[in-house]
């Protein structure tokens, strides 16, 4: 593995207040050791959820976090196989593709919840598109690193869960795939879900030998896309583009749900989609740069909406990073992670909010969220 450990950094980025912040030394690979000491190596996505609970509980997207770390350092590594935390999440994924046993394969949160907060609650296991969208990515990688017949089981499962989002009838009233699979969600213009899903459906379109569901995952994804380059915003000072979190909301999205939507924006684009010149690459990305107050921390919410104070999470920071490392410079996520030993916990482990929060809590998602991170800046906890 490469390592990176006290880098100190410049990029030629800047906030809407204009100027770069602060660059600050990290070391990951300790950072990284830490972490490993968190992750329950026999159920390495189990433990504290960000959701109305305080019994540990199994979180696909966790899993999936677990997978993508492991293919990261694959990938750096030049290795043929991904590592055996990953191959127990990759298989964890697999066999709980239909965790509520209603015969549709996606992925969802195991606690019952009101994802809107209109009194709709949802059951536990409800099919959401962001975690079939992580499940998805997590899961296409890792098909990289298998054999044959595991890639072959791979893919069907992974057609089989974007199969339900292609119809015409499931798109939200701007024409967006929908948050769930639910009629109750289905009303809402959620642009983060969404467009994750839509660049993995891109880039599947690119890999099934199937053209006529090639055509039905590229329609769909435009169709998404397109809502998204009518709905953009452009921030005062900075010039970057972002999205409020839903049409039916006038407030900006906080920092993980904007790095999602630049997540399935680059994977769109990369995937050779067909709307991809609509898109402005460098504005896109830029808009990460917008969480940086005055003082040089990373905020929750952009530095354009001062009103809103509250400070970013460790998943804030941890999306951020691995975003910058992977579409940037391998060293430029020390911006994010910088800030990530504010949040080391005084028993071990990172918190969900810098220490000395109230109501503050380690949650195991989170820290999976941390663990891709550093695996996608080359960090490495066998390093000396």
Known sequence: MIKRTFFFLFLGLAGCNDTAPEARPVDGDQILRKVMLSIDHDHPGRGLADYPSDEPADVPKSYALILLGAIEEARAGHLKEVNALGVKAGNWLIENADANADGIMGWGVPIAWDAYGDGSVNPENTEYAISTAIAVDALLGWAQYVDDKKKAEILALVEQALKPYLPVE?????????????????????????????????????????????????????ATMLALVRNKKIAEGSGSWYWNYSIQEDNPNDLPHAGYIIEGILTYMDSQGRLSASFDRQKVFQHLMDFFGKDGKVRGWPAFRPEITTAARLYDLSIASQLMCRFKDPAAGNYFLGEVERYEGPEGGYLKYPRGTAGNRQVAEYESYLYRALKACGFSENAQ
Do not use: C, H, W
């Not at 009303?187 to 199937?210: C, H, W």
């Open 170 to 222: 499931m798109r939200t009233p701007a024409g967006l795939l929908p948050y769930s699979l639910l009629v109750n969600d289905r009303k809402y213009d959620t642009f983060n879900s969404a467009v994750y899903l839509a660049g993995q459906m891109q880039r599947f379109a690119e890999i099934t030998p199937n053209g006529e569901l090639k055509e039905a995952l590229q329609s769909a994804a435009d």
